[in-house]
């Protein structure tokens, strides 16, 4: 699926799980309200959910928090590193989502 269409398509699901229930509308302004900038800046934030993301094996999270770091400026190498924590701390199970996030580091030419 392009990176397009996994973007229409969890702003999609979002949708329809906060129309059927205030607990999704509550938890994703709970979300954007962590992620803005605050005392550690966004661009920072951005960064820990992609290793966090890496970490929790997440592919859609990963491309989520990849566009993130994006908007925010972040550094290719500021991204790799962020990608080798999520390794570090979950040892070597993890390196899928680092070869995922690799991949759409190739799709968005980061690399």
């Not at 269409?5 to 302004?29: V, Y």
């Not at 972040?74 to 993890?94: D, L, W």
């Amino acid at each position: 699926m392009s990176i397009s269409k996994q973007n229409q398509s969890r702003k999609e699901l979002n949708q329809l799980m906060a129309k059927h229930d205030d607990f999704f509308a509550t938890f994703g302004a709970l979300d954007d309200s962590i992620y803005a900038d605050g005392s550690i800046p966004k661009k920072y934030k951005e960064l820990i959910g992609l290793s966090i993301s890496v970490l929790s094996h997440c592919n859609e999270c990963i491309l989520y928090h990849l566009q993130g770091c994006l908007e925010q400026n972040a550094s290719k190498e500021e991204i790799i590193e962020a990608i080798k924590m999520g390794v570090i701390g979950g040892g070597s199970i993890t390196y899928p989502a680092a070869r995922y996030a690799f991949k759409m580091m190739e799709e968005l030419a980061i690399i």
